[in-house]
C-alpha cells in the first residue's frame, strides 16, 4: 500500500509548534518511559519517526498524539533534547487542522493576526448587535431580563450551540473516518479499503454502543492523566480535570439553563444553581490561572513552550470567567449601568472564544481525546472477538 510522503512535512509542522522533532535519533527512550504507552499502541518514538519520513497519511490515521496528556516525562529524559512531548502538543494541533474541513483551523494555527482579527470581527459583531438591539436599561434597580432579556438569549444560544455542533460534529467525523481507516490486526487489504470508503464497515456496531461508557467516562474524568504517579502531574490533572468539569458546567448552565441562570431575582447563597456557577467559576479560574502561571514562569517542561493560540485561548477563557465574577459583583451591588456594561463585554469575549475556539482551535480537544480514547476501546473489542 502506498503512502503520501510529504518531505516538507518537518518544516510545515514547525508552524504548530514543532521546532526539535529532527534532531530525534529513534533510540525509543520517550516510549519506554512513558506511562501511557501500552505495547499495542506504542508512543511517541513511532509518530515522530512517522513525521520525519514525511508520512502524513500515517500521521493522519495515528491516534498516538490524541493518547498523550503532555506529562512531559519523555521531554525530561530524551538524550537528543527532540521535546518529544512538545511534538505531540504540536501533533495535536496539526491534525486539529487537518480534521477541519473549513481551514479555518490552519489559518488560525499558522496565523497570529488572522486569529486576532477574527476574534475582534466577532466580538464588534457582538457589541454592535448589543448597541443596537438591547432594551431599555432600568436604573432604579438591576433589571438584566429588561436590558438583554433571556428568552432572546436563550434562543441565540440555541442557535449559535447548533451551529457549533454542526462545525464540531463534521470535523470530528473525519477523525474517526481517519482513526478507523487504520487496518485491524490480521485484517485483510480488500475490507480495510471497504472501511476506508464506509468507515462504519467491518466493526460491529454493536461494539460502538457497547463501548459508548468509554466516552462518556474519559470526557467527564480525563482518568488517563490521572495514572501518572509523580504528585507534580497530579496537580495538573486535577487543574486540567477542574477546567473542564468547570467549563462543561457553565456552558450547560448559560446554553441549555439560561432562563434558570441568567434571572433577576438572585437566588439565595445554597441554591443548586447558584452553588453550581460557583464551582464551575471556580473550577475555570483556578484552572487557567495555574496555567497562565506556570506559562510565565516556565515553571516544568510542558509550559516552557507556548503556541499563541494556547496564550489567546487561556487569555479568553480567563477574561470570560473573570467578566462573569464581576457581573455577580455588580449585581449583588445593585449597579445597573455596571452590570449591563459589563455583560456586553462579557459576551463579547465569550462568544468569539465559544464560536472561534470550540470547532477550530484548542478547545476541540475536549471532544477529540475522548472520542479517540473510545475508538481505541472499539477498535480493540473487534480485534479480539475477531
Ligand atoms: S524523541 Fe528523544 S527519546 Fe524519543 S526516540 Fe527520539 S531521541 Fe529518543
Ligand atoms: S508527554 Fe507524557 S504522556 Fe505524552 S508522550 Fe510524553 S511521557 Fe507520554
Given at each position: 500500500m502506498s503512502a503520501q510522503v510529504n518531505p516538507e512535512l518537518i518544516e510545515t509542522l514547525e508552524e504548530y509548534?514543532?521546532?526539535?522533532?529532527?534532531?530525534?535519533?529513534?533510540?525509543?527512550n520517550c516510549t519506554a518511559v512513558c506511562?501511557?504507552?501500552?505495547?499495542s499502541v506504542p508512543f511517541p518514538r513511532k509518530v515522530i519517526r512517522y513525521l520525519q519520513i514525511g508520512a502524513k497519511d500515517k500521521i493522519l490515521q495515528s491516534p498516538e498524539p490524541w493518547l498523550?496528556?503532555?506529562?512531559?516525562d519523555c521531554s525530561e529524559t530524551c538524550p537528543r533534547e527532540a521535546n518529544p512531548g512538545e511534538v505531540m502538543m504540536g501533533l495535536r494541533r496539526y491534525l486539529t487542522s487537518l480534521y477541519d474541513w473549513t481551514g479555518l483551523s490552519r489559518l488560525f494555527y499558522t496565523s497570529k493576526a488572522f486569529e486576532i482579527i477574527a476574534i475582534l470581527v466577532v466580538a464588534g459583531l457582538i457589541g454592535l448587535a448589543f448597541y443596537l438591539f438591547h432594551g431599555p436599561m432600568v436604573t432604579d434597580r438591576v433589571a438584566l431580563n429588561v436590558f438583554a432579556p433571556n428568552h432572546v438569549i436563550e434562543i441565540l444560544d440555541l442557535i449559535m450551540a447548533a451551529v457549533l455542533s454542526f462545525f464540531l460534529l463534521t470535523n470530528a467525523y473525519r477523525m474517526f473516518s481517519a482513526i478507523m481507516a487504520q487496518p485491524l490486526p490480521g485484517e485483510d487489504e480488500a475490507s480495510v479499503k471497504r472501511r476506508k470508503r464506509s468507515?462504519?464497515?467491518?466493526?460491529?456496531?454493536r461494539y460502538y454502543i457497547q463501548e459508548g461508557k468509554e466516552f462518556v467516562i474519559q470526557f467527564i474524568?480525563?482518568?488517563?492523566?490521572?495514572?501518572?504517579?509523580?504528585r507534580e502531574k497530579r496537580i495538573q490533572w486535577i487543574s486540567h480535570l477542574l477546567v473542564m468539569t468547570g467549563y462543561s458546567t457553565v456552558f450547560l448552565l448559560v446554553v441549555v439553563g439560561i432562563r434558570w441562570f441568567q434571572r433577576d431575582e438572585i437566588y439565595p447563597l445554597w441554591h443548586p444553581i447558584r452553588l453550581l456557577g460557583y464551582y464551575a467559576t471556580f473550577g475555570v479560574l483556578y484552572g487557567v490561572s495555574y496555567a497562565m502561571i506556570g506559562r510565565l514562569k516556565k515553571s516544568s517542561t510542558v509550559y516552557e513552550h507556548s503556541h499563541s493560540t494556547d496564550w489567546i485561548f487561556l487569555i479568553l477563557l480567563w477574561l470570560t470567567t473573570f467578566t462573569g465574577i464581576l457581573i455577580h459583583f455588580t449585581r449583588l451591588l445593585e449597579l445597573p449601568l455596571a452590570t449591563y456594561y459589563i455583560y456586553a463585554i462579557h459576551l463579547m469575549i465569550a462568544v468569539p472564544m465559544l464560536v472561534?475556539?470550540?470547532?477550530?482551535?484548542?478547545?476541540?480537544h475536549q471532544l477529540y481525546r475522548p472520542l479517540v480514547l473510545y475508538l481505541m476501546k472499539v477498535r480493540e473489542r473487534a480485534a479480539q472477538e475477531s
Open positions: 509548534g514543532v521546532t526539535d522533532a529532527s534532531t530525534c535519533f529513534n533510540c525509543g506511562n501511557l504507552s501500552t505495547e498523550c496528556y503532555y506529562c512531559g468507515p462504519l464497515k467491518g466493526v460491529p456496531v474524568t480525563q482518568k488517563k492523566f490521572a495514572s501518572c504517579e509523580k472561534l475556539e470550540v470547532p477550530f482551535a484548542k478547545w476541540a
